[in-house]
Every structure is written in C-alpha cells, then in structure tokens.
C-alpha cells in the first residue's frame, strides 16, 4: 500500500511492517499505540523505525492512518473527564479539610 508520511511516499505491506518491527523491544506506551504481533508499540515508535526519519518529522496521525489501512489495531487514549466544578461553600469546605474526630 503506498502512503505518504512526513510528505515521503512509501511502499508499505503488512508483512513488511512485520519484519521490520521483528526484535525491536517496545518503548513504554504514554500515547497512541499500534498493536503488532502481541506487543502494543508507541505510534512514533513505529513510524520511526518504517520511515527512518526523526520523529518530529512526521505527526502520529499519519502513522495512525497507514496502520489502521493496513489492519493492525490502532489505539489512542481516551480524553481525561472534565474535573468537576467546586461550588463556593463546597471549596471552602474542601480547602479545610474534614474535621478530625477528637
């Protein structure tokens, strides 16, 4: 499948990122993920080593998308839920703290 990351067209099959990600220990996951063989790699992790170019090259969206056109399992992390909003008194009442029994 021919795609283009970081504005360079590339040639890239499944079994080709198979072999390429062969024997590379994956890095601690904080971000989006693709899920190779059993192992979960970071997004620029992958990209990196397809594209040999430095990871400030290329956006994460980009790998995403050829992954995900090729069939391998993309995750992102979900977005953190809104903190909720203290009204007056229960800020008041949490900038305290709860009383210590005596």
Do not use: N
Request: with cysteine; proline share 9%.
């Amino acid at each position: 499948m021919r795609c283009v990351i970081a504005r360079f067209p590339f040639e890239l099959t499944k079994s080709g990122v198979l072999d390429s990600m062969k024997g590379i220990k994956p890095e601690p996951v904080t971000g989006a993920s693709v899920t190779i063989g059993r192992r979960h790699y970071p997004v620029k992790q992958v990209g990196q080593v397809l594209t040999r170019q430095d990871r400030r090259d290329f956006s994460a969206a980009e790998v995403l998308r050829a992954m995900a056109q090729l069939g391998f399992t993309c995750r992102t992390l979900p977005a953190a839920a809104p903190a909720r909003v203290l009204g007056p008194i229960e800020g008041a009442s949490a900038m305290l703290g709860t009383p210590v029994p005596a």
